[in-house]
């Protein structure tokens, strides 16, 4: 009987003991995964490019590009689209590479170090969007520059820098356009936020690579 009570009280506890160590496993789980959601939120900044928003983003003069070649450390290289579009890379010289998509940057290399090395494989990342870029100035609490990869509104852009400060002229905001066909002279188109919050989607126009918005 002794034996059968200490034999219960053992495995009572062990399955008490169980449930504890489950219960801190999935406490340290939550916590890592919280931990991990919070770092990559925070590596966002203005001017990275997110991978999932690349895939069919059109490469251009000053964008960052990572260019990695499995097993080869030599080939693998961080480079700058120059103003003519092309990279110098390894074995390959100048490489043309502006219009592009990074994955068709990837298989037209694969194939040309193909008379170089045997099977290579070269993953292409873009590490940095410049050749499209707009720009928010003033108050605004997160000034700069940002990748322009899709349709964005002045509205939009505002969200993205922080939203406007308190001291802010809301009726005074100017978007700054650069002139088509190398013209002289900025375009210059005002942009009332508070008509714009009202319902006056007109003024919320989409802007274009180069656009600056102006918050006095």
Do not use: C
Request: charged share 15%; aromatic share 6%; net charge positive.
């Amino acid at each position: 009987m002794q034996l059968r009570v200490l034999f219960v009280f053992v495995l009572s506890a062990g399955f008490s003991l169980a449930a504890l160590v489950a219960s801190a496993q999935d406490a340290a789980a939550g916590k890592s995964g919280l931990t991990a959601k919070s770092a990559s939120v925070a590596s966002s900044a203005p001017g990275l490019a997110p991978p999932e928003a690349t895939s069919q983003f059109l490469l251009g003069p000053a964008d960052v590009l990572r260019i990695n070649v499995w097993k080869s450390l030599e080939l693998s290289q961080t480079v700058t689209v120059g103003p003519d579009g092309f990279v110098s890379l390894p074995l390959l010289g100048d490489v043309h590479v502006a219009g592009m998509t990074a994955n068709q940057l990837g298989q037209i290399l694969t194939k040309q170090l193909g008379s170089y090395i045997v099977s290579p494989q070269v993953t292409v990342s873009v590490i940095e969007i410049r050749s499209r870029q707009v720009y928010v100035l003033g108050q605004v609490n997160k000034p700069g520059g940002y990748p322009l990869i899709g349709p964005v509104t002045v509205l939009q852009l505002i969200a993205e820098a922080g939203g406007l400060n308190t001291y802010a002229n809301r009726k005074a905001i100017v978007i700054l356009r650069p002139p088509k066909d190398n013209k002289d002279g900025m375009e210059k188109i005002n942009f009332n936020y508070n008509s714009v919050i009202h319902g006056n989607s007109k003024q919320n126009i989409q802007l274009q690579p180069g656009d600056t918005v102006v918050v006095p």
